[in-house]
């Protein structure tokens, strides 16, 4: 059975940091490619970051860039999203997720596994 848990989540102020991580399990972590994705109060998904797992190559949406970093551990099968210098537009329940085999990892509505969030809030 495949399963993605997301922890890490809780509340933070303005400019503080908060790491959140991703056990997978029931499919080749591996050879995948990973995505965290978030939906904020009122909002649509939003796209925030992949890794392709072997390749090691990643990818971030501009609201992201420069104050979040992707990241995973092969050996563990866990996923991770280190998050600065956080702003109140952060707030947001996060979804680690499974990009689907050869698909754009934009593409969300063709990923193949979610996990169940973990909530993040970022108020002072």
């Known amino acids: 059975e495949v399963q993605l848990v997301e922890s890490g989540g809780g509340l933070v102020q303005p400019g503080g940091s908060l790491r959140l991580s991703c056990v997978a399990s029931?499919?080749?972590?591996?050879?995948?490619?990973m995505s965290w994705v978030r939906r904020a109060p009122g909002m649509d998904m939003e796209w925030v970051s992949t890794i392709y797992i072997f390749s090691g190559n990643t990818y971030y949406a501009d609201s992201v860039k420069g104050r979040f970093t992707i990241s995973a551990d092969n050996a563990k099968n866990t996923l991770y999203l280190e998050m600065n210098s956080l702003q109140p537009e952060d707030t947001a329940v996060y979804y680690c997720a499974k990009v689907g085999d050869g698909i754009a990892f934009l593409n969300l509505d063709e990923y193949d596994y979610w996990g169940q969030g973990t909530q993040v809030s970022v108020s002072s």
């Open positions: 029931g499919f080749t972590f591996s050879s995948s490619g």
